[in-house]
């Protein structure tokens, strides 16, 4: 049931494209495994064997303290409607924080130079195992549409609310370990 790629095929390109929500999975050496959700608005496939998506604020900074310790990265895309299939990514992660220039250049290049508020970091796969299995015990679930909340939080805090709660939530994980979020920040202004 369950088949290995050495990268991206066609099919599962088109697939990723159809695709309303994935999940990302990171853990350092030791503490909480992280499973988060994420739509895939601002998820971009970039080569067969890579992957980014622009990362929006979020209770914690999980992924990030992570990848920090250990760079080991799961993302998975599972079939709610249509045919049943659940797409994993495997590989190798890495964050892109706001103030770099590789930030700005993947900003205006991938997405068409749109942050939207509360934009964060790119957490950026380079992947070095696709794999497919079945997605027969995946439920069926119809699409309604997105939420607004993430926007109308962030239109509220506005960017100096957005950057203290950063600060007071985003700097360390669960488990105490640094997310990196404002690393060279104060260099950089």
Same mark, same amino acid.
């Given at each position: 049931?369950?088949?290995?790629?050495?990268?991206?095929?066609?099919?599962?390109?088109?697939?990723?494209? +159809? #695709?309303?929500?994935?999940?990302?999975?990171?853990?350092?050496?030791?503490?909480?495994?992280?499973?988060?959700? !994420?739509?895939?608005?601002?998820?971009?496939?970039?080569?067969?064997?890579?992957?980014?998506?622009?990362? !929006?604020?979020?209770?914690?900074?999980?992924?990030?303290?992570?990848?920090?310790?250990?760079?080991?990265?799961?993302?998975?895309?599972?079939?709610? &409607?249509?045919?049943?299939?659940?797409?994993?990514?495997? =590989?190798?992660?890495?964050?892109?924080?706001?103030?770099?220039?590789?930030?700005?250049?993947?900003?205006?290049?991938?997405?068409?130079?749109?942050?939207?508020?509360?934009? +964060?970091?790119?957490?950026?796969?380079?992947?070095?195992?696709? #794999?497919?299995?079945? =997605?027969? =015990?995946?439920?069926?679930?119809?699409?309604?549409?997105?939420?607004?909340?993430?926007?109308?939080?962030?239109?509220?805090?506005?960017?100096?609310?957005? &950057?203290?709660?950063?600060? &007071?939530?985003?700097?360390?994980?669960?488990? =105490?370990?640094?997310?990196?979020?404002? &690393?060279?920040?104060?260099?950089?202004?």
């Amino acid at each position: 049931m369950a088949k290995r790629y050495d990268q991206l095929n066609t099919h599962q390109r088109e697939f990723i494209a +159809r #695709q309303r929500m994935f999940f990302t999975a990171t853990a350092a050496p030791s503490g909480h495994v992280n499973v988060s959700p !994420r739509g895939t608005d601002q998820f971009r496939v970039m080569t067969d064997n890579a992957v980014v998506y622009l990362d !929006r604020t979020g209770s914690g900074n999980e992924t990030a303290a992570h990848l920090r310790q250990l760079d080991r990265m799961t993302i998975m895309f599972c079939a709610v &409607e249509g045919p049943p299939l659940i797409l994993r990514l495997y =590989g190798r992660g890495r964050i892109i924080a706001r103030q770099t220039a590789e930030y700005a250049k993947l900003l205006a290049e991938t997405f068409e130079g749109i942050e939207p508020l509360g934009a +964060r970091q790119m957490v950026w796969l380079d992947i070095d195992l696709v #794999q497919t299995s079945c =997605g027969y =015990g995946v439920p069926i679930f119809d699409y309604v549409g997105e939420r607004d909340q993430m926007d109308r939080w962030a239109e509220a805090k506005g960017p100096e609310g957005i &950057e203290a709660y950063w600060r &007071e939530k985003n700097q360390v994980s669960l488990d =105490g370990f640094p997310s990196g979020m404002f &690393e060279g920040a104060e260099q950089a202004e």
